[in-house]
Structures are given as structure tokens and as C-alpha cells.
């Protein structure tokens, strides 16, 4: 009896589950089941179409339905992702083969889709699965299913379901079990977002519920669901409202796009984690999707609504619905939005590049016109001098007088000789322009020997012919150090004189005065180098330029005050940045000729004053050249041409190894930056970053010493020496003012150039492959965007300014590598460097000295301060100019070697605090120090705060930075082997562009060398050989670049400081009325005066 109830009840199971089977099989093909469509009884809205599956009546995936898809990625978009997805068709099926025993007690025992996710391969491919929807037209509508999340500790992974066209078109609805399940989550995610806690919903709240949303069991299936209107979407896990998003609040998706369902995981070390250890399984129950065609046009909806005025639309809530309705070809091609007319776009880049060509055409013109050929030519030829007119040469001689011609103004009958201004050269002159203030290019005075010129009868006396054979007016004003002239050659001329009522006599001559009246009217200059050598035209030059006057008041201001070189931020020890339009001074003996030698020796820092010259008219001032020193200000004729001598090359002193020393710690940042963004494990030494089998012996060897982010520490404590040199060797506080006017101009102008220069290349897109490019380095650190808007971008610029250390400015997610980072703490501690210095002057015992520096050193280091290696630089700087302790350590053997084998066994240990922070020793040396410094808010030492052990930011100091730093810096200055090594040239010579270097080398790595990166390795080239052609062609860029870019911004940074400094020191120009000479009343009283005449008419 009970056997044939058995075997009844058995029959009766068989052939319920045969017409399930058939019915599903037929439910799964059937098209017509609701013909006036489905209404949702919510918001009332009708959807025409809908997909109705569930997987548990079926045993196999509809194929009309769904398709699944079979790739393997080379390269994955994202920024935290290290692993490539992959799809098999094998790891999607219907079965329970995944289902856990204590999921049997709440499922039972029934079947429904598994998407598996595989273990990563050793290429980082993690094989996932993924099924879309056939049709492609899906626009609008509600989209419901039962998923169950991937299992807790197997390892992160995402299941998701999901529309998406493109990535700034799609919506998804995922759920993430993360590698710790205590942060896993549901998240609803608009166009691509980053998916934060913000916009999902955590799993412990799902299980201890609240007052609106009911527990539930997270990792058991749950209903999820999102609608997608015209206006808004809403997410929904549930019962429960867990989101909702307008076009107000963002962007919508607007386009077709198909439905799908995916278990995929990337390794995003932000939001799913993984991959998975093992395999690993996430469940869908159902799919009930309802929704309109992309393909139903005006005509139709009316047909529709025509149709179904009297007819009830099902409803999307009815859980007996079954099977799909029917849709034609059109409906599977994906959409492809229209194509934007084109003509425009095309007519605007025709128009720009025209104007563009004739813009670059007008530079190259003004580049060649005036560039000063004459003197590029000068640096290896020495022209001879023409005989002079006449048989009249130049004198070589000792000269007393000379007699020039020179125009006579006769002012209220008396006759009065204008002084001239002489210089250590031949005979010169001024013009008459200048003189008299009238305008016109072909009026100029000739110079001349004893005898004076008389003009024709026929030419007017305000004017006298030219001369081919130009002289450059001679520049009074004292030669800076670094100096450099205009890229032409001259300057644009200025407004000149006022004239004055008068006639000119050409036929008067003059006396020069003699060598003792220009000795008697030269005066001191204060720090000033010696006169410039005097610029001769080239033979060639037909052209007479024009002085340009100023006041003469603010420019002998200005030269009794400036300093030996206040455009430069360094001291002696500094090499210059070459410049293809830097004076060079000659030596007296190059210049020739007694009398020259003699007022060269004698002027070197004087200069000279004609206020007192007998027989110059009381109104008229001297007149003072406008710029620079050495910098050609007017041409004059001449009657005889000076022969132009073989300028020497600059004699600039410098400390060639401490050139090198910061050259190789730049190039050791430029070094750590490209192995962090290419090769990470040899750097950071932990996490699943390896591409080869050496990259752990590599990393014992590179990453503590070559690629060790301590070599930022020596920029830092070298740049004290050349700010402090200077004023610790002679004590005056010109020095310092100087400093501190000019520093920061000097380091930020710069920085500024290079943020503009990338604010524009990044919004241009030029860095778009390095979001792929984690998936081939494996290195999560590279991450760069342009600024929303041009605010953000000038909110950067003052914060850089003025941000205390320590500190991030915001602009280092916005500018490449991120290195400006360090640009506020060399700004703000080279402050203290000099107010440091002027306080430790003024100590003069020793033992007070060196007790107030350990002090100093030690509550900075404490303090987690910046300000420890800037004392210990100083310190360093001090002992060498004050104490002359190198050469006394030198001297005595029996010290120096003791301090160098001290300073090289610190200098080899403290890198190797860096290896402790890895996977190597699993012992984080600098979180333990760094427990040691005060908490900012609570001032009790870290380890005893809610804080706990934190390894210290990026930007914060360490013991092992300073230690390292400190012992480079004594070995270098100790060391004569080292000095040598740091002192070739090919490290000396790099150091100009180190600035240049520091500030382009990110953006080179990020924008080319990751579009390169990412293009070898997507067309199968094996890394080793990616690293390699990377690494040589990225910095072939950067010295190109160094060498071409390094002397236009040495320019503006010059041309900058310049006029920073002249606006510090100069006098302003007196303020002119713009009516002038006439008075206001020209002007306010005009319409009193027309009224006046229309009243007399």
C-alpha cells in the first residue's frame, strides 16, 4: 500500500515537473499575453513590452531572450581596478549546485540562475559571467529581481543588475560582499559613479532593519528593483525606497539600452575588493522587467492608445505573468546616437587654424627679426674697426679732452652745452632725440673727433643725415649679476623728453670731459658689479633705434639700493639656468685701450651724476637709461665704427657637487614616480602587484635605496645653503630683504606656469588612458582629473600660496604626480630659514650657537615639523662659512674618517626602515615612530589616541628622512671622492633644468607614457619589454623638454622678478594728468563753451 502510494505520489511529481518544463518552455516563447500593456499601480505608468523569466521553471537559458558573452579583456577603465574581466558562457547556468546547507532550510532545494566568478589567472584575468538582454531598444520602464549576494570570506566580487549604453549612460543596481563582510553593501549607481556608502545601503542595517525598512537577511535572496523614468529614477531594495535620483540632482540615461546581469570582479580596491580566493557564485531567482521600445513611433502610441482606451492593462504586481513579448530584428541592433553635424565643427577649425598658422607666422617673424644676430655672431668672431672718415681713428691712447659735435641750445640767449655721459669706450653720443623730445627716426647728431659737422645749406637744422654705423647708447646703470637683455636686442622706446623753446647750433663743439672729471662724478653704488662692456652694432645694422628716457630720480634710487643680484634666489653657489640671451662681461683688457681700462678700473662701483655740470640748463634733468644694465637701450650714428670684442664666457661661481647632489635626489623622485606608476612592487613591496618572479629580490635592493621616497629630504636641507650663504658670510640685511621679496615669486611663478599648462592639457583629455593603465601596471596610485571649472583651478593657485605645512593642497588631484606638494613647504620654511638666520648671527658663542640649533632640530622633529631639516641645513651652512669646519674635519684624519663612516652607516640604515613597512618584515618601523609625536587636537603622543598605531601621510616628516638627508648632506661636503662623482658633468649639468624636470616628469609618465604603456601591452608586447620602452622614451621627453622649455620659463620667471623688484625699489613715476601740458578745464568746460556760442549766434 505504501509502495504504490510511493510510486502514485511519484508519477504525479514526474508529470507535474513535464508540464512545468512545458508550460516554462512556452511561457518563455509566448508574446501576446498582455496586449494593452502594464501598468504600474504607483505612479500609473504603462509599459507596452516586458521580460518575465524565472529560472526555477526552467532548466535551460532562452537564448531568444538572453545571450551570454564570451571575452577576455586586455585592459580594464578604472582607477582602483588591477585585474581584467572576463566572461564564459560556461559560468552561467541553471542548477543549485552553489547553494550552501543553510540555505537549503530558507531556498529549499529549488533551482535558479548561478553566475560564477573564477580565481584570478597569473595574467590578473578574472573570468566572471555575464547575460544580456537580446533586445537592445529598452527605454524607460521598472526592473525587478530576487538576487542572492556572493558569500561571505570567499572574496569580493560584484553582482549586479543593470541597463548601461556607455559608461556615462547606464544605471545599476549591485551587490557587493566585499573581502571583510562587515562592510558589504547594496549600491545604486547612476551613469557610472563611484559607488559609496552614500548611495547604497550597508548590510548590518539591512539585518537589524529600522523603522522604515523591515530586516532582512542579507545573504539570502532579496528583492531589488529600480524604475527609470523620463525624470527620475528610484531604487529599491525591498519594500524600501533606498534612493532616488532627478534631473535636478544629476544627468539622467536618456538613450536604449539593453538589460543584463553580471558576477564579475576587478580587484577595485574601493568598492568590490577581490578577486575571489576560489570560485565564487551569486543567484537570480527571476526577472520581471517592464518597459517601452525605443522603436514604437508617434504613429503607433496613438494606434495604442486608440486600442486600449476601454481595455485594463495588466498589472506589473500580478505574479502569475508569464513569458515575453515579441519583438522584432530592429529591436536587437544596438542604438547608435546621431551623428553631429559636422560642418560647423569644420568650418571652426579651418578658421582657427588659419588664424593660428598666421599667429605662429608673425611670432617666427618677430623671433628672427629681432633676435640680436649680431651678438650670437660676436661670441666667435671679432670684427675688426673700419679706418674712421677722414683719416680719424679711435683713440688708444690715454685721452684728456676730445671734442665731439654736439647740438647747442640757446634758451634765453645764453648759450648752454648739454653734458654728456661717458662711458669706459670710445667717443658716443646721445641723439637728438632724447635731447629735445621731437619724434622723428631720421634725426640723430653724428659723433665725431675734433673737428665738428656742419650740414648743408639744404638740410633743415632739425635734422642731419644717418649713418649706417651704428653705436649702441652706453647704459650708467650698474651691472647685476645674471642680468640679461631682451630677446630683440632693444626696447620699444619710450616718451621723451619734453622739448623746449629753442634752436640748435650744429656747428659748436664741446670738450669731453677728462679722466679725473669722470672720476669726480662717479659715486658709490653699494653692492654693485662692474659697468657693463659697451654693445656695438653689427656692420649690418643700418637702423638707428631710440633712447628710451625715465625718470632719473627713481633709477639713481634704484642703483645706489639694488643688490648684486636680486632676481636670483640662490646665492654663488648657484648655477644659472643658460640662456641663449645672457650678457656676457667682458674683462678690461678684452674692451682695449688705456683710457677704457683706466675708467673700467675705476667705475666698477660708481656711477655717474651730471646734476652739478656747469652750463646745464636748471629744467633739464639727466637722462637715465630705462633698463637692465648691459641691456642695449638706443643706437646713435658714429662716425667711427668700434670694433666689437670676443666676449669671455660668465664667470659664475658655484659648489659643482652640491649642482649634482640635488640634480641626482630629482632625478631619484623622477626615478620613484615612474616605478609607482609602472612597476609599484619593486617600491611598495606588498600586494598582488608582482609581473615577475625577481620583483621581490628587486624590491630588497631598488626600493629601500634608489627608489626611496627619502630622497625629497636633501631639497629641503640644500636649499638652506642657498638661501642663507649669502647673509651669514657678509651680515647685511639687504640680503634677506631680498630674499624675502623675491622667493616666492621665485619658486611659485613657475608652478603656476606648469598648472596652467595642464589645467588645459588634462581638460583636453591627453591623460584618458591612464585610468586603464592600472589594469596593466597593477598600480593603483596614479589618479588625476581636471578641475570642474576655472574657480577651482584659481582657488588652487592661492591655496598653494599660502598653505602651512603640513598639508595636501587640493591641487594634487588636478596636477600630475602630485609633487607640488612640496612646493608650500620649501615656501614657507625658506621664511624661517632666513629669520632663523638672522637670529643665529646675532649668537656668537659657539656653545650657544650649537645648543640653540639641537634644540631646534630636536622640538621640530618632535613637533612632526619641517622645520627639523631646514635647522639642520642651516646648522650645516653655518658650520662650514662660520667655523670653516670642513676644512678643519678634512684636515685632521683621525676625525674625519670616524664621521663618514658614521654618516655612511646612517645613511645605508635609515632606508631600510622603509622595507619594515612591507610584506618583507611585517613591522611598520615609521607607524611606530610616528606614535611617538603629539596629536594635534589632544597634544598626548598618537599611540594613546583613538588613533592608535597610523603609518604617517606622505606628507609628513620622518626620523628617516632627516637622518638620511643629514648624512648625504655631511658625506657630500666631506667626502673629496664624492664631490668628485657629483661634480660631472652629467650630473652638473642637469641641474638648471631640475626645477623644469620636477614639474613636467608626472605628466610626461601620465599622459604618454600610459597611452604607451597601455598600447603595447593591449597588442601583446610582454612587459619587461612595455617597462623598456616606456621608461626610454619618457625620459627622452623630459630632458627634450627640460632643454627647450627650461629657458622660457627662466625667462618669465626673470622677467617677473624684475619688475617685482623694480616695483619694490623704484619710485613711482610721478602721476601726469592725461590732458597734459594742458589743464582740465579743456575738457569740463567744453560744453559751457558750446553753449556759449550757440547763445552768442
Not at 640644500?718 to 616666492?744: E, H, M, P, W
Not at 591623460?767 to 588625476?784: G, H, K, M, Q
Not at 600630475?816 to 630659514?833: A, N
Not at 606614535?931 to 606622505?954: E, N, S
Amino acid at each position: 500500500m505504501f509502495a504504490g502510494a510511493s510510486t502514485s505520489h511519484l508519477l504525479a511529481a514526474l508529470l507535474a515537473l513535464t508540464i512545468s518544463i512545458a508550460s516554462a518552455s512556452i511561457n518563455t516563447t509566448n508574446t501576446n499575453q498582455c496586449v494593452c500593456g502594464y501598468q504600474d499601480p504607483t505612479t500609473n505608468a504603462v509599459y507596452t513590452d516586458a521580460i518575465i523569466v524565472y529560472f526555477n521553471e526552467t532548466t535551460a537559458i532562452d537564448h531568444h531572450l538572453f545571450s551570454l558573452s564570451d571575452f577576455e579583456h586586455t585592459k580594464e577603465k578604472s582607477w582602483s581596478s588591477i585585474y581584467k574581466q572576463g566572461a564564459k558562457p560556461l559560468n552561467a547556468v541553471i542548477g543549485n549546485g552553489g547553494a550552501l546547507p543553510w540555505q537549503y532550510a530558507f531556498d529549499g532545494n529549488q533551482t535558479n540562475l548561478e553566475l560564477w566568478v573564477d580565481s584570478s589567472q597569473p595574467n590578473h584575468l578574472v573570468n566572471g559571467a555575464w547575460m544580456r538582454s537580446v533586445r537592445q531598444d529598452i527605454l524607460y520602464g521598472t526592473f525587478r529581481s530576487s538576487m542572492r549576494s556572493p558569500q561571505q570570506w570567499i572574496g569580493g566580487s560584484s553582482l549586479g543588475m543593470r541597463l548601461d549604453y556607455n559608461d556615462s549612460m547606464s544605471l545599476e543596481i549591485d551587490m557587493l560582499n566585499m573581502n571583510d563582510p562587515k562592510n558589504a553593501m547594496i549600491a545604486s549607481v547612476v551613469n557610472g559613479e563611484w559607488p559609496t556608502y552614500d548611495i547604497g545601503v550597508n548590510y548590518t542595517v539591512l539585518e537589524k532593519g529600522n523603522a522604515t525598512l523591515p530586516p532582512l537577511r542579507p545573504w539570502d535572496f532579496i528583492d531589488l528593483r529600480f524604475d527609470w523614468a523620463e525624470d527620475n529614477v528610484n531604487f529599491w531594495v525591498g519594500k524600501n525606497n533606498t534612493r532616488s535620483v532627478t534631473k535636478k540632482d544629476r544627468t539622467l540615461p536618456t538613450v536604449p539600452q539593453p538589460l543584463s546581469f553580471r558576477h564579475w570582479s576587478t580587484g577595485n580596491t574601493l568598492t568590490m575588493e577581490g578577486p575571489p580566493i576560489n570560485r565564487s557564485v551569486g543567484n537570480v531567482q527571476y526577472v520581471r522587467a517592464f518597459f517601452n521600445s525605443s522603436l514604437m513611433t508617434a504613429e503607433k502610441h496613438a494606434e495604442f492608445d486608440d486600442r486600449c482606451q476601454a481595455v485594463k492593462a495588466c498589472s506589473v504586481n500580478d505574479i502569475s505573468l508569464r513569458g515575453s513579448t515579441s519583438f522584432t530584428e530592429a529591436a536587437t541592433i544596438p542604438y547608435k546616437e546621431p551623428t553631429i553635424d559636422s560642418h560647423i565643427r569644420t568650418a571652426a577649425g579651418i578658421v582657427a587654424g588659419v588664424f593660428s598658422t598666421f599667429g605662429i607666422i608673425a611670432l617666427l617673424n618677430a623671433l628672427i627679426r629681432r633676435t640680436p644676430w649680431h651678438k650670437l655672431k660676436a661670441l666667435g668672431v671679432v670684427h675688426r674697426s673700419e679706418p674712421a672718415p677722414e683719416g680719424k681713428t679711435l683713440y688708444e691712447g690715454p685721452v684728456k679732452k676730445a671734442a665731439i659735435s654736439i647740438p647747442q641750445i640757446v634758451k634765453d640767449g645764453v648759450n648752454m652745452s648739454i653734458p654728456r655721459r661717458r662711458k669706459s669706450s670710445a667717443v658716443v653720443s646721445q641723439s637728438q632725440e632724447a635731447l629735445t623730445g621731437v619724434s622723428d627716426k631720421d634725426q640723430a647728431v653724428s659723433t665725431a673727433t675734433s673737428r665738428p659737422y656742419c650740414p648743408p645749406p639744404s638740410a633743415p637744422l632739425s635734422r642731419a643725415p644717418s649713418y649706417p654705423k651704428l653705436t649702441p647708447a652706453p647704459s650708467y646703470r650698474t651691472l647685476r649679476e645674471g642680468a640679461t637683455p631682451s630677446m630683440s636686442g632693444t626696447d620699444t622706446p619710450m616718451t621723451p623728453l619734453p622739448s623746449y623753446p629753442s634752436h640748435l647750433r650744429l656747428n659748436e663743439t664741446v670738450n669731453l670731459p677728462n679722466e679725473e672729471d669722470f672720476n669726480h662724478n662717479l659715486k658709490t653704488a653699494g653692492d654693485a658689479r662692474s659697468i657693463s662692456p659697451l654693445d656695438t652694432a653689427s656692420e649690418s645694422d643700418e637702423k638707428i633705434k631710440r633712447i628710451s628716457p625715465v625718470d632719473h630720480l627713481a633709477r639713481n634710487s634704484y642703483i645706489d639700493h639694488i643688490p648684486r643680484n636680486p632676481f636670483e634666489d640662490d646665492d654663488d653657489s648657484r648655477p644659472q639656468t643658460p640662456n641663449l640671451f645672457t650678457k656676457h662681461k667682458a674683462t678690461n683688457a678684452e674692451q682695449g685701450g688705456h683710457f677704457e681700462g683706466a675708467l673700467q678700473e675705476k667705475a666698477d662701483n660708481k656711477q655717474i651724476s651730471f646734476r652739478d655740470q656747469k652750463g646745464a640748463p636748471k629744467d633739464i634733468g639727466p637722462i637715465s637709461p630705462a633698463t637692465t644694465p648691459g641691456i642695449q637701450e638706443a643706437l646713435t650714428t658714429g662716425v667711427v665704427p668700434i670694433s666689437q670684442p670676443k666676449t669671455a664666457a660668465p664667470q659664475t661661481k658655484r659648489i659643482d657637487h652640491l649642482a649634482g647632489f640635488v640634480a641626482l635626489s630629482c632625478i631619484g623622485v623622477t626615478f620613484r614616480h615612474f616605478s609607482l606608476t609602472f612597476w609599484p612592487y619593486v617600491t611598495e613591496g606588498a600586494g598582488f602587484t608582482k609581473h615577475f618572479q625577481a620583483d621581490t629580490w628587486i624590491a630588497y635592493i631598488l626600493g629601500p635605496y634608489i627608489l626611496t621616497p627619502l630622497w625629497i629630504g636633501p631639497f629641503f636641507v640644500t636649499s638652506c645653503r642657498f638661501l642663507s650663504a649669502r647673509y651669514l658670510k657678509n651680515g647685511k640685511l639687504s640680503d634677506i630683504a631680498q630674499k624675502v621679496l623675491l622667493r616666492g615669486p621665485r619658486m611659485l611663478i613657475p608652478c603656476f606656469i606648469f598648472m596652467t599648462l595642464e589645467y588645459f592639457l588634462i581638460s583636453l583629455g591627453t591623460t584618458a588612458s591612464l585610468e586603464w593603465l592600472p589594469s596593466i601596471s597593477y598600480s593603483t596610485w596614479p589618479y588625476v582629473t581636471p578641475q570642474p571649472n576655472f574657480g577651482v583651478f584659481l582657488n588652487e593657485m592661492v591655496e598653494l600660496s599660502y598653505l602651512i605645512p603640513n598639508a595636501a593642497p587640493e591641487v594634487i588631484n588636478h596636477y600630475c604626480v602630485g609633487v607640488l606638494w612640496t612646493i608650500p613647504v620649501q615656501h614657507f620654511f625658506s621664511y624661517v630659514t632666513l629669520l632663523a638666520a638672522v637670529m643665529v648671527r646675532d649668537i656668537k658663542a659657539p656653545w650657544k650657537r650649537m645648543t640653540f640649533y639641537f634644540f631646534a632640530i630636536f622640538f621640530g622633529w618632535y613637533a612632526s615639523s619641517w622645520s627639523a631639516c631646514h635647522w639642520m641645513g642651516l646648522m650645516l651652512t653655518d658650520l662650514d662659512l662660520t667655523y670653516d669646519w670642513i676644512k678643519w674635519t678634512q684636515a685632521r684624519p683621525r676625525y674625519l674618517y670616524p664621521l663618514l663612516t658614521l654618516c655612511f652607516a646612517v645613511g645605508l640604515v635609515s632606508p631600510l626602515t622603509l622595507l619594515f613597512n612591507s610584506e618583507i618584515f611585517y613591522y611598520s618601523f615609521m607607524s611606530y615612530e610616528n606614535a611617538i609625536h603629539p596629536d594635534a587636537i589632544t597634544g598626548q603622543p598618537i599611540l594613546f589616541t583613538k588613533t592608535g598605531l597610523v603609518y604617517p601621510d606622505y606628507f609628513t616628516p620622518s626620523l628617516a628622512l632627516l637622518l638620511f638627508s643629514t648624512s648625504l648632506q655631511i658625506i657630500v661636503e666631506m667626502s673629496t671622492w664624492v664631490q668628485w662623482i657629483f661634480s660631472l658633468k652629467v650630473l652638473t649639468k642637469l641641474h638648471p633644468y631640475i626645477m623644469t624636470i620636477y614639474l613636467i616628469h608626472g605628466f610626461v609618465f601620465w599622459s604618454i607614457g600610459a597611452w604607451l604603456a597601455v598600447k603595447l601591452s593591449s597588442n601583446g608586447l610582454p612587459y619587461e619589454a612595455v617597462l623598456l620602452v616606456v621608461a626610454l622614451v619618457c625620459y627622452i621627453l623630459i630632458i627634450l623638454g627640460a632643454w627647450l622649455i627650461s629657458p622660457l620659463i627662466e625667462f618669465t620667471t626673470q622677467s617677473a622678478m624684475k619688475n617685482i623688484w623694480r616695483w619694490a625699489v623704484d619710485e613711482p613715476v610721478p602721476h601726469r594728468l592725461t590732458v597734459a601740458p594742458f589743464s582740465k578745464a579743456l575738457v569740463l568746460d567744453r560744453g559751457a563753451e558750446a553753449k556759449e556760442g550757440k547763445m552768442d549766434a
